[in-house]
């Protein structure tokens, strides 16, 4: 039973960094793909945003929207937790942030991962 855990969320001001957690049992990184997805206040849960993911071979990618360096996914295998890096937070980064777990390579959206953590909330705000 797959299990992904997300810690590191909190209160922090416009500029500030946070580092975000993804700690994951019952999978190997070795035939998984985790994602980082953000849901923005008052979004539908099919409204997550997916910010980045990294595949079965340590690939990161990142998607439309987050492209421009202010986030890095990382991930420590002998912990079997994948990190988000945030950077430079911005106020509408607020909100939920989650990962997410499905074979091997990155999915495409929200729709394509069927394991998912309980979140962590981010509040960006002077």
């Known amino acids: 039973q797959v299990q992904l855990v997300e810690s590191g969320g909190g209160l922090v001001q416009p500029g500030g960094s946070l580092r975000l957690s993804c700690a994951a049992s019952?999978?190997?990184?070795?035939?998984?793909?985790i994602g980082w997805f953000h849901q923005a206040p008052g979004a539908e849960r099919e409204e997550r945003e997916q910010i980045s993911c990294i595949d079965w071979s340590g690939s990161p990618l990142y998607y439309k929207g987050y492209m421009e360096g202010r986030f890095t996914i990382s991930r420590d295998s002998a912990k079997n937790t994948v990190y988000l890096q945030m950077n430079s937070l911005k106020p509408e980064d607020t909100g939920v942030y989650y990962c997410a777990a499905r074979g091997y390579r990155c999915g495409a959206d929200y729709s394509n991962y069927g394991d998912w953590g309980q979140g962590t909330q981010v509040t960006v705000s002077s």
């Open positions: 019952g999978l190997t990184f070795t035939n998984s793909a």
